[in-house]
C-alpha cells in the first residue's frame, strides 16, 4: 500500500500546480472575457465532468495513441499518463470554483483602481485574487481529492501496473479481486479520510463568505 500511496502522492505533486494555474486562469477567463466561441470553450473545459470515466479514458487513450508527437513520447501507461489521467477530469471542478470566484468580485472594486491609475496586473493580485481566493482554495481542494481518487481514466491510459501506475485506488481494486479485504479496507481508509477532510475545508472556505 506504502507504494501505491507515494505514486498517488506524486501523482498530486505534479497536478496539483497544474490545476491551480490553469483552473485559475480560464476560471479568470470565463469570469471577466468575453470572446467569440467563450461557450463553446466552456462547454469543452467542462465536459470531462459529465463524461463517464470509461468514456473519457477511451477517447484519452485514442488521443495519446493516434498523435505521433504524443506516441514518440511513450506517455500511455506510464507515470506521466497517470497524472494526465488524474488531472483532466478533475480540472472542471477548479474551474467552475474559481469562475464563480471572479464572478463575485464586484467590477465597481476594478473600475475605481483602474481610475486610480493601477495597472491590470496589480488590480488582479491585489484585488480580484484576494477576493476570489476563498473559492479557488476550495475548488482545488475538490479537484485535489478528486484526483487522487481517480480510478476509471487511469485504468484507462495508464494501466494497473504496481510500482509504475498503481495508484491508491488501482491498488483497492487489486486487493479485492484478490480477496484481500483487510488490505483494501485500510487504503479504503486513506482516501475517505482525504474526502472527509476536504469537504470540511470546502464548509469552512462557505462559512468565510
Do not use: H
Not at 471577466?32 to 467542462?46: N, Q, S, V, W
Not at 470554483?97 to 464586484?106: E, H, K, Q
Not at 487489486?174 to 487504503?187: G, I, P, R, W, Y
Request: aromatic share 8%; glycine share 8%.
Amino acid at each position: 500500500m506504502i507504494q501505491s500511496l507515494i505514486i498517488s502522492l506524486k501523482v498530486l505533486v505534479v497536478d496539483v500546480p497544474l490545476l491551480l494555474i490553469i483552473g485559475t486562469s480560464s476560471g479568470w477567463l470565463l469570469a471577466k472575457k468575453d470572446f467569440p466561441g467563450k461557450p463553446i470553450l466552456e462547454t469543452a473545459l467542462m465536459l470531462p465532468v459529465a463524461l463517464p470515466p470509461a468514456v473519457l479514458g477511451l477517447y484519452l487513450l485514442i488521443a495519446l495513441g493516434s498523435i505521433p508527437a504524443m506516441r514518440s513520447m511513450g506517455l500511455l501507461f506510464s507515470f506521466p499518463a497517470a497524472s494526465i489521467a488524474a488531472l483532466i477530469p478533475s480540472m472542471p471542478l477548479i474551474i467552475s470554483a474559481s469562475r464563480t470566484g471572479f464572478l463575485s468580485v464586484p467590477n465597481s472594486l476594478e473600475e475605481a483602481a483602474r481610475t486610480m491609475g493601477k495597472g491590470e496586473w496589480q488590480i488582479f493580485y491585489r484585488i480580484t485574487l484576494p477576493l476570489a481566493r476563498k473559492y479557488i482554495l476550495a475548488g482545488l481542494a475538490l479537484s485535489s481529492a478528486r484526483a487522487l481518487g481517480d480510478f476509471g481514466v487511469t485504468l484507462m491510459i495508464a494501466g494497473n501496473i504496481p510500482g509504475r501506475t498503481q495508484t491508491l485506488p488501482l491498488y483497492i481494486y487489486s486487493q479485492v479481486e484478490s480477496l484481500e479485504f483487510a488490505k483494501a479496507n485500510a487504503a479504503a481508509a486513506v482516501l475517505a479520510c482525504v474526502g472527509v477532510a476536504s469537504l470540511l475545508f470546502v464548509r469552512r472556505m462557505e462559512g468565510r463568505s
